[in-house]
């Protein structure tokens, strides 16, 4: 009975060791494939509604403002999509999913706003991180999710909140998107765009 016990023992801390690396940051920190081009992205997105133009005008960035910055940006944006995404640099999931974000936000980026959240980071590693994986929008630092408490999107890292043209939470994905198809397929179910 011992034995088993202390075997029970050794594979839970076991699994709890491999699902903290996944967590930490299991993945590369530079991207593979094609290298993504902001200037092209952007350049691509040119024309887009003025709402959505301003994101693009602060791709990359990493915005203060706490609450009152972000819900004064969110009624900015009310009359389009919004698709928020909670990520941070040292989250191995929101790594994975960065370039299906890239690509997504130049899909979608003329009709859908595109937010980020970077939460629970330091802003070092964060400016890093976008340096690797640039974004045609930008991100609000939310280090103690303070926002991500105030709009209702979970503790857990990533997660992707798809708000309507009216301003109303549609959906919460939690967890990361796997493909292109994923959150193409989520943007045309719960913002219709």
């Not at 709890?16 to 993945?27: C, E, I, N, S, W």
């Not at 944006?77 to 936000?105: D, Y």
């Not at 930008?138 to 999710?145: G, I, K, L, T």
């Amino acid at each position: 009975m011992r034995r088993a016990l202390s075997f029970l023992l050794v594979l839970a801390v076991a699994a709890a060791v491999v699902v903290g690396l996944t967590q930490v940051g299991g993945t590369p920190k530079t991207q593979t494939g094609p290298r993504f081009e902001l200037q092209q992205a952007l350049d691509s997105l040119k024309g887009s509604p003025a709402p959505l133009d301003s994101l693009h005008a602060q791709a990359n960035q990493l915005l203060g403002g706490e609450v009152p910055a972000f819900r004064a940006r969110m009624k900015a944006l009310r009359g389009h999509p919004v698709v928020i995404n909670k990520w941070g640099s040292w989250c191995g999931p929101c790594r994975s999913e960065f370039p299906i974000f890239q690509r997504a936000s130049v899909r979608h980026g003329r009709r859908v706003a595109f937010l980020g959240l970077d939460g629970r980071d330091n802003r070092g590693e964060a400016s890093a991180f976008l340096a690797d994986f640039p974004l045609t929008y930008p991100s609000y630092v939310d280090y103690d999710e303070k926002i991500a408490r105030a709009i209702g999107i979970p503790n857990n890292y990533p997660i992707t909140a798809y708000v309507d043209e009216r301003g109303r939470t549609a959906y919460i994905h939690q967890g990361p998107y796997r493909t292109d198809a994923d959150i193409d397929r989520d943007i045309e179910r719960y913002l219709g765009a």
